[in-house]
């Protein structure tokens, strides 16, 4: 078995933002990625996933750490500012 590292960079957003945090996937080259519903309560207030408008997803993404960082940095600019955002990275290993 090979051991590879990675970061597991984890997207939580605004559902309405899937699209345009897929397009910033594409543009640094990330071809694969999950994307799943969420809900829960943060700083946002409590995100129930009842409406579709108000939901929250989570996108994981695994990576080497240049690319999360640049992901990170062109996510918080882009859309911190109006939208709940919040981007974790973990190191994990791959085990294949």
Not at 20 to 25: A, N, P, Q, S
Not at 26 to 39: A, F, P, Q
Not at 75 to 96: C, E, F, R
Request: charged content about 25%.
């Amino acid at each position: 078995m090979q051991v590879k590292p990675f970061k597991l960079v984890t997207v939580f957003c605004e559902a309405i933002l899937e699209s345009l945090v897929i397009t910033e996937l594409d543009e640094l080259g990330i071809v694969g990625y999950t994307v799943s519903d969420c809900r829960g309560r943060g700083t946002h207030g409590v995100r129930s996933g009842s409406w579709r408008l108000s939901s929250n997803i989570r996108i994981e993404i695994m990576c080497d750490e240049e690319v999360a960082e640049k992901l990170a940095f062109a996510l918080s600019q882009k859309y911190d500012k109006d939208y709940g955002l919040l981007i974790v990275a973990s190191n994990v290993d791959v085990l294949n």
